[in-house]
Each structure stands twice: as C-alpha cells, then as structure tokens.
C-alpha cells in the first residue's frame, strides 16, 4: 500500500492542436487581454461567496483561444502575464471552442515566455456544428 507513484512528465499540447470535446491538456500560453464577463454575490449559508467570471485571450506562437476563468483564476489572468494550464479542457459555447480548467485542473503562473503570440489564428472565432452521420 505505501509503493511510490512516479510522475508522468507532462505533455505539452499546442494550440493549434486543440479541438472541440478534447480534454487533459497542459499549454503554456500568453495572456494577450481579459474582460470580466460576471461578477456577484451568492449568498448561500453564512457567509456571501464571490462568484467572477472572466474570458481571457490566451495564445501562444500557434494561435490564440479564449480561456473562460473563473473565480480564483482571474486574478491570475493579468495582461502580459505567462500562464500554465494543466488539465485543461475545451467546452463549446455558441458553437466555438473556449478553453478551461475546473477543479481537477490547475493554472500557474509560469516564467515569462520567449515565444510572441500569433495573433492572426484566433481558434474561438471558428464556429462548429455537431452533425449526426446516421450509418446505413
């Protein structure tokens, strides 16, 4: 019972690579802008939780995507700031892919990258639509 578990090293995805329903990504990207979507008070029990929501344009030398942060995330979603999401995943919204991480991901400040975000594939403007093949 008490054996060690190594590691996996994780793999880091690109964003170029990302696509709608995929899950377990780890990117480093760039956040190029943030605007705060929601932000209120839920009362729930003695104590009032903040509840924020923010979309960050995130990119990295690939592309760019919007990261949907929530709550504790968006303090970390500064312009400028280098950032790694582990676990991430791809939720569709309005029929475009947004990128997020919830409670088995995690989002850290990274090193500041050296890489300059490619500004001209923004992946979220590409809208999908779920087709049903019926196989005869």
């Not at 994780?10 to 802008?33: C, E, N």
């Not at 592309?63 to 280098?82: C, H, P, S, W, Y």
Request: charge should be neutral; hydrophobic fraction near 40%; avoid cysteine.
């Amino acid at each position: 019972m008490a054996e060690s578990k190594t590691l996996r090293k994780p793999i880091f995805t690109k964003v170029d690579q990302l696509r709608p329903g995929s899950t377990g990504h780890t990117l480093t990207v760039k956040v190029v802008s943030t605007k705060m979507v929601l932000q209120k008070g839920l009362a729930g029990g003695p104590q009032v939780r903040q509840m924020r929501i923010a979309e960050s344009l995130v990119g990295d030398e690939t592309g760019m995507i919007i990261f949907t942060a929530r709550n504790e995330q968006v303090d970390l979603m500064k312009e400028g700031t280098t950032v790694t999401l582990r676990n991430a995943k791809i939720d569709m919204f309005k029929g475009s892919m947004r990128l997020a991480v919830d409670k088995w991901g995690r989002v850290e400040v990274a090193e500041p990258a050296s890489f300059t975000v490619k500004e001209d594939n923004n992946l979220s403007l590409i809208e999908y639509e779920l087709v049903n093949v019926v196989e005869e």
